[in-house]
């Protein structure tokens, strides 16, 4: 009581934040114009103002709901550093030295030759999350992974992570076929929805209209369970601030479409997952990619992303690949982010940039969808 009463008497001494007396002391210092108009800024599609208070907030504010996870965290998140399956059995070494090192999974980017037995030898699956890249998803991928999965009898709720196709659209039958196999196996998707667009609410838009699109290839197949099985791979600028708001939005409008359609997949469940690419800048080395991967990182796991790959400056560097690695760990261990399943709910100006993005992103929706 005496430490919550101190806090209230130190707390009296600053009056409440006030819109006018705000926009008079910026407007004295900048030639008598508006603030709110003169420092507005742009950027990736979007405008934002210089000032926000309580005024700002939606009236119904996007959210993040705690995770399931008891080990994890109400705000879970799964580290896959990425392993290039050039050579599989040095893939499947590099990748047992992740996970010994306390990677959470492994993303395989995957070449058409490779076998699943040797890849994943002595990696046991169950306990960690693993996700395949591929050009393209084949018949032969397909049986390749049911033989696999067949011969080692794991339980399909004990498994979890996903197949990313780099292009787009899938194979029907291919789709068919995958979903079918992967049916039980509830925490595994399988149709991975990216987009390539440069400005944020066309990249949002762009794999909305992809995922209904698949969606209502699925539905005409009577596949009722592809919406279970869709998911988003998002890359990551340098935005901090932005790229927070994208991966909510993403995720508040396909819950919006998928309850349209009548699933009940939670909005928790919707796997996003996100990879902050090397970035290499002069003025900021030796550590420019480490300050990268952090902020990137950091900006996806408050987004609420539920894996997240963190690209070294050079892959074939060891130390470089630790220290990618390690970030996350960092953010979990010593920062504590995933003790909070939201950290950054209540901030004004995010809810208004999340209101004004899903709104900009939902508008360029639905004209694509009157367009297609």
Excluded at 55 to 67: D, G, H, R, V, W
Excluded at 247 to 267: D, F, M, P, Q
Excluded at 311 to 327: G, H, K, Y
Aim: glycine share 6%; proline share 4%; aromatic share 10%.
């Amino acid at each position: 009581m005496e430490n919550n009463s101190g806090l209230n008497d130190l707390l009296s001494g600053f009056s409440p934040a006030n819109r006018n007396e705000w926009i008079q002391a910026a407007s004295s210092e900048i030639d008598g114009k508006n603030p709110l108009e003169a420092l507005q800024w742009h950027k990736s599609g979007i405008t934002g103002l210089p000032y926000y208070d309580l005024e700002n907030t939606p009236t119904n504010p996007f959210s993040l709901t705690p995770s399931d996870s008891e080990f994890f965290g109400a705000r879970s998140w799964h580290n896959l550093p990425k392993i290039k399956a050039l050579d599989v059995k040095a893939a499947n070494q590099k990748a047992l030295h992740y996970l010994s090192a306390g990677a959470d999974g492994i993303l395989f980017e995957l070449q058409d030759d490779f076998s699943f037995e040797t890849l994943l030898n002595n990696i046991e699956w169950p306990f960690c999350s693993i996700g395949f890249s591929l050009d393209v998803i084949t018949p032969d991928f397909c049986n390749q992974l049911e033989k696999y999965l067949g011969q080692k009898k794991i339980d399909p709720t004990s498994i979890q992570g996903f197949i990313y196709q780099k292009t787009y659209p899938h194979h029907p039958q291919v789709l068919h076929k995958l979903i079918h196999m992967l049916d039980s196996y509830k925490k595994t998707q399988c149709i991975g929805i990216t987009s390539d667009k440069q400005l944020v609410p066309d990249q949002i838009s762009d794999m909305l209209i992809k995922a209904v699109e698949t969606l209502d290839l699925l539905e005409s197949k009577n596949q009722t369970a592809g919406a279970e099985k869709i998911f988003f791979s998002v890359n990551l600028s340098t935005d901090f601030i932005i790229e927070i708001a994208k991966l909510k939005v993403l995720r508040k409008l396909w819950y919006k479409i998928l309850n349209a359609y009548g699933s009940t997949l939670e909005s928790k469940s919707i796997r996003i997952h996100a990879t902050s690419e090397a970035w290499i800048n002069e003025s900021f080395e030796p550590h420019g990619n480490m300050l990268n991967a952090t902020t990137a990182g950091l900006a996806a796991i408050l987004g609420g992303c539920t894996s997240i790959t963190l690209m070294p400056a050079d892959e074939t560097d060891e130390r470089l690949a630790r220290i990618a690695q390690n970030v996350s760990h960092i953010l979990r261990e010593e920062s504590h982010i995933n003790k909070v399943a939201d950290p950054t709910a209540g901030s004004y100006y995010l809810e208004q940039l999340i209101q004004e993005l899903s709104e900009s992103a939902w508008k360029k929706f639905l004209q694509n969808v009157k367009a297609s």
